[in-house]
């Protein structure tokens, strides 16, 4: 039952991002897949993130966030971010980027798009905290279409889990 349940969490389709924050001197940046729009009047977004990831905190801290959607043609995004090169606290410096106007989140130059967030509430559900924001600003960058779950190799269903699959399905 455990793997089933696994298995179709993973078959939930997803956009990849990169959410980004950041604390003094220091920008961080994160892989999600587990982000959505869940209002249109006022636009609000969520963000799902592990209440023991390193990210957790700062997005509580700066009260905000950068929403980095990947495009297809961003794909070193999350390798590098989704990689064990990237744990660390001051993690940005292998890409370009630059501070959002007005909440002065990081935003990366290799995303499709990216959006500044200011958190409006939070919530903790089971092993991960949600962070309801607005969009404050936002950077369109190259024309791309996003990078989805589809188009990687494994799917994050949470804690340290993943699952795989292959050209001719699941593993």
Same mark, same amino acid.
């Given at each position: 039952?455990?793997?089933?349940?696994?298995?179709?969490?993973?078959?939930?389709?997803?956009?990849?991002?990169?959410?980004?924050?950041?604390?003094?001197?220091?920008?961080?940046?994160?892989?999600?897949?587990?982000?959505?729009?869940?209002?249109?009047?006022? &636009?609000? +977004?969520? !963000? %799902?993130?592990?209440?023991?990831?390193?990210?957790? /905190?700062?997005?509580?801290? #700066? @009260?905000?966030?950068?929403?980095?959607?990947?495009?297809?043609?961003?794909?070193?995004?999350?390798?590098?971010?989704?990689?064990?090169?990237?744990?660390?606290?001051?993690?940005?410096?292998?890409?370009?980027?630059?501070?959002?106007?007005?909440?002065?989140? &990081?935003? +990366?130059? !290799? %995303?499709?798009?990216?959006?500044?967030?200011?958190? /409006?509430?939070?919530?903790? #559900? @089971?092993?991960?905290?949600?962070?309801?924001?607005?969009?404050?600003?936002?950077?369109?960058?190259?024309?791309?279409?996003?990078?989805?779950?589809?188009?990687?190799?494994?799917?994050?269903?949470?804690?340290?889990?993943?699952?795989?699959?292959?050209?001719?399905?699941?593993?």
């Amino acid at each position: 039952m455990e793997k089933d349940i696994a298995r179709a969490m993973a078959a939930l389709t997803t956009g990849i991002y990169v959410l980004t924050v950041a604390d003094g001197s220091s920008c961080h940046g994160m892989s999600s897949s587990w982000v959505t729009q869940v209002s249109g009047e006022p &636009p609000l +977004l969520i !963000a %799902a993130v592990d209440t023991s990831h390193f990210t957790n /905190a700062l997005i509580r801290r #700066a @009260g905000a966030f950068g929403l980095n959607i990947v495009g297809a043609r961003g794909k070193a995004l999350e390798d590098y971010f989704y990689s064990p090169a990237s744990r660390r606290p001051n993690n940005l410096e292998p890409f370009e980027f630059t501070m959002s106007p007005h909440l002065s989140v &990081p935003w +990366l130059s !290799a %995303a499709l798009i990216s959006i500044e967030a200011r958190v /409006a509430q939070s919530y903790v #559900a @089971g092993d991960h905290t949600i962070f309801i924001a607005e969009p404050v600003g936002i950077r369109i960058g190259a024309n791309d279409r996003p990078l989805t779950s589809l188009d990687l190799d494994y799917v994050y269903v949470g804690g340290k889990e993943l699952v795989s699959r292959d050209r001719r399905g699941w593993r």
